[in-house]
């Protein structure tokens, strides 16, 4: 049975209104978007769809984290706290702040940031709490938003892998943080190839990520650049497709909350699989855990079944990551010097024995969810 990939035309929304959108910016003549209206759009539709009051387009997920640090603004040397199961996406801009990276431990059954764990390790440097809504399963920012608080911390909830979550309390993943991020690159609900979106209600810090991504450049007085910045911005032919495709959003959420739904209950009472927890997830991948650290062959046998499905997700965590013992800038390790990852035993061994992903898609059809219970339960029922 074929499954619809995020890497085809199968398991994409790309359709006629995407086409229309390229082709409307195409003809306008104009492609970038500090002349056009494309990306300021898009801005408008996602501020109100979540209720911030900024959004901020930008070239991508990684850009978007970006200009979240460069809102909480590090000195050279403050410490991020971060998770150790995520895209490196997460972990670079803190890098590329001159800020080091602090690694907390996670939830053993969702991989989501363990506030406990991040209390633990707040200190005198710690300026901000990177959590990341792992999988589309909203992490504890409620708890880490009191913390940050208590510490005067800024916090960011990296989103890209989930658009829609939402909040126990109400609400959506990406505004319970000062700043939340969000991407549009291939592998994500929605796409325009590449593409990020910052969003925050806070004016200052708002004004902060615009500068940044446009060189500085405060296009209202004049050619006078008032901070240092690159250029991060969202093109109109990213931007048209990226609203059409965001008008999709609601449908592709509904259709993978569905199958994902059909095969919890498929699953319900299998032993030695614990599922993950429906409440406001979406499902950008169906994670399951085996707490008998068998995640690597239960993979071994869904791909020979044809079922897109991986153990662990990551090679190693990021807190054992090659990179820590490269240079970071030329030569130099600045300012990493005598720097090392902490241990995060339970990220460890969700990544080397327990986690299991199995790739998930609106596209997905009873027929899918019944394929891969059946070969789960056939794995589970062998002798
Ligand atoms: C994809 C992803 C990113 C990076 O987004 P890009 O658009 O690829 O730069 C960051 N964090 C997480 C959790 C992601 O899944």
Redesign the pocket.
């Known amino acids: 049975m074929k499954f619809p990939s995020m890497a085809e035309a199968d398991g994409r929304t790309l359709g006629d209104e995407e086409v229309a959108a390229a082709e409307r910016v195409i003809r306008s003549g104009m492609l970038n978007s500090v002349w056009g209206t494309e990306a300021r759009a898009l801005e408008r539709e996602i501020a109100r769809v979540y209720g911030s009051r900024h959004a901020i387009t930008c070239s ?4 978007a ?1 970006h200009l979240s640090v460069v809102a909480a603004a590090p000195d050279p040397g403050d410490e991020v706290i971060t998770t150790p199961i ?2 490196f ?2 972990v670079a801009p803190i890098l590329a702040q001159n800020a080091v990276p602090v690694f907390a431990d996670v939830d053993p059954f969702d991989g989501n940031l363990d506030p406990d764990a991040v209390a633990a390790l707040i200190g005198p440097r710690t300026k901000a709490i990177m959590a ?1 809504h792992l999988f589309g399963a909203p992490a504890r920012v409620g708890e880490l938003r009191a913390l940050a608080d208590e510490h005067g911390l800024t916090l960011i909830e ?1 989103c ?2 989930a658009w829609l979550t939402e909040l126990p309390g109400g609400g959506l993943a990406g505004t319970a943080g000062q700043v939340g991020c969000l ?3 291939q592998w ?1 609900h929605i796409t325009c190839g ?1 593409g ?1 979106v910052a969003i925050t209600d806070d004016d200052e810090l708002a004004r902060r990520m615009r500068l940044f991504s446009d060189k500085g450049w405060d296009r209202a007085a004049g050619r006078s650049h008032a901070a240092f910045g690159v250029n991060y911005r969202m093109t109109e032919l990213q931007a048209a497709v990226a609203r059409a495709q965001f008008a999709k959003l609601p449908g592709v959420l509904a259709a993978r909350r569905r199958t994902a739904g059909q095969l919890l209950d498929a699953l319900k009472g299998v032993p030695g699989v614990c599922l993950p927890r429906p409440d406001g997830h979406a499902w950008w991948l169906f994670p399951i855990v085996c707490p008998d650290g068998d995640a690597p062959e239960l993979a071994t046998h869904l791909a020979a079944a044809g079922i897109p499905a991986r153990a662990g997700y990551l090679a190693e965590p990021l807190n054992r990551a090659p990179v820590w013992e490269a240079a970071i800038y030329g030569s130099s390790r600045y300012p990493l010097e005598g720097y090392r990852p902490n241990p995060c035993p339970r990220a460890e061994l969700m990544v080397d024995r327990t986690l299991l992903v199995i790739d998930w898609n609106e596209n997905y059809t009873p027929e899918h969810v019944e394929l891969i219970a059946q070969e789960i339960t056939k794995f589970r029922a062998r002798p």
């Open positions: 991508s997920g990684t850009a984290l995520t895209d996406g997460t990341v990296d890209a892998q991407s549009l690159q994500k590449d990020g």
